[in-house]
């Protein structure tokens, strides 16, 4: 593998369900992200980890939980979301301290029923 | 604060064209700034990027932009448009060492025959 990626690609949930978005970077980077995609608005960044440790948290709802157990993977923990939650969620990884170049995974697409 | 404008929601050129989609910034120091394309269903793949230097930079798919201080921006440019250029643009500005990156709301590009 190269590169970030992210599993699964694909994710249809009910509200109360409870499930998990994965990214794991092949990079060598020692910050990871999650941003959030919706249909006509600007990508919405939700979380920061850099050294393993979250350094920004943009006002993101309890519903969302994030985990990052290293530097190469990062976790989304969903549970009781709505409707309005139905989104591409992108991981992006850096090496902090270098004019924070990120690179994208290729999202996962939520449908929230 | 950092902001970053794309005029433009919309354009569509014919294959063969130029092409030029517009960027505009807002950002006390120098900026850190990129492009990035999306194609449908993907994530974000880094074109070129901005830091310092020469401001007519090279990017990958025969892109290039130009960084124009006294016009805070910087406008991606092609010569000639291939049909598997269409896809949604985005321009970010970055600080360094700093975290998020500001972007616009895109520009989705459609390629006539």
């Known amino acids: 593998e190269t590169g970030v990626t992210q599993t699964p690609r694909h994710l249809v949930m009910g509200m109360t369900n409870k499930k998990s978005l994965k990214c794991e970077q092949h990079l060598g980077h020692n910050a990871m992200y999650w941003y959030k995609q919706s249909a006509k608005k600007p990508l919405e960044l939700m979380f920061v980890?850099?050294?393993?440790?979250?350094?920004e948290n943009n006002s993101v709802p309890s519903r969302f939980s994030p985990e990052c157990p290293n530097s190469s993977h990062l976790f989304l923990h969903l549970h009781t979301l709505q409707p309005e939650d139905s989104a591409l969620y992108l991981c992006a990884s850096s090496q902090t301290g270098a004019y924070n170049e990120q690179f994208f995974g290729p999202g996962t697409r939520l449908t929230v029923l | 604060a950092q902001s970053v404008t794309q005029p433009d929601i919309h354009i569509t050129v014919s294959e063969g064209a130029s092409l030029e989609l517009r960027c505009n910034y807002s950002?006390?120091?120098?900026?850190?700034l990129f492009w990035y394309v999306q194609s449908p269903g993907q994530g974000l793949q880094l074109l070129l990027k901005?830091?310092?230097?020469?401001?007519l930079v090279q990017g990958i798919k025969g892109f290039e932009a130009e960084f124009k201080r006294s016009q805070s921006s910087f406008n991606l440019r092609k010569p000639s448009v291939h049909w598997s250029d269409a896809a949604e643009y985005f321009c970010?500005?970055?600080?360094?060492?700093?975290?998020?990156?500001?972007f616009g709301k895109g520009t989705s590009l459609l390629v006539t025959p």
């Open positions: 980890y850099s050294l393993e440790e979250r350094v």
């Open positions: 970010a500005v970055g600080e360094y060492s700093g975290y998020a990156l500001n």
């Open positions: 950002y006390g120091a120098t900026p850190y």
């Open positions: 901005y830091f310092s230097g020469d401001t």
